[in-house]
């Protein structure tokens, strides 16, 4: 994989570390209306420090696979582990080497393509485990965890899927598929963690900035470009319409509702059986 420009464009907008969700304690306080991108900064914030309160204390060395730019390995850092990268993405190599100077090991590739020199305590899968194809991705655990060791995913899975093809439903994996290639491969569901509720303010929040600004500026260049300059504005649509429409359908995808209907945002924690 070259480099993926969403999550580029995400990351230099937004300017935060993190390419995960916000986590907030108590989500039924929060209007999002009023959070700001520096809310959902801090809320990304809440996200690691939350999720690595699952790491079992005996844990010393992690992989952080689908690294992103490298925000969940500074704090893992600043707590004292000892963390690699992992990621197929050119441009978050680039961020990588520039952040640390090469004092983390980044390893680019695909973690279904990964071949370990050596096994770790812990791998970490934040937001990355939905991009991981699921049988290729145990097996490559299989041989990168040590026995004993863990896998902590953080990432949305699906609990139902209606046959409607619904966009929530591509992008994610069946949760019972994903806990069932893992016993097979020797990793047993220790703990897990419903944040669904506790990471929807991202999506109503996201929504709610969409439909303030980035809406509007749509409507008014299209109205600006009917009005002034229709032969352009008709180019655009031939060449984009397609495309354009297509992204509106994906916008359903910011809709907390429609996540929830077909969702659940899940911390699971497993241990590799020990075999000796
Ligand atoms: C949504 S981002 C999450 C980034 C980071 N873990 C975080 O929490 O901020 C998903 C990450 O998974 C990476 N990724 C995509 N496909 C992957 C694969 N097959 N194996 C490992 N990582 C992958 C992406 O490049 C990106 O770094």
Redesign the pocket.
Known sequence: ?PI?HV?KLYSESIRSP???YGFWDDPESIDPNELTLDNMVKA?GRY?EHLASFIPDEVKTIL??????G??SSYLISKGYEVEA????EY?ETVFKEKYDGQVKFHR????NFEPEKKYDLVF????AC???IEP?WKTAQKTVRDGGYLLASDYFLYHNDGSGDWHIKASHDEKSYIKKAEEYGFKLIKEFDQTENTMPTLDGAKALMERFIFPTFEYSSNYLGKNHPFILKVIKKAFGKKVDDKMKQLSLLDSKDFKKYKRYMIYLFQKVDES
Not at 86 to 89: A, E, F, G, I, W
Not at 125 to 128: P, V
């Open positions: 994989m993926d999550l993190y390419l995960h990304q690691i952080d696979v689908g690294a992103g730019i925000g969940n992992l990621s197929p993405d978050q590739s695909k973690f279904e899968e934040s937001e990355s991009y991981i194809e991705g």
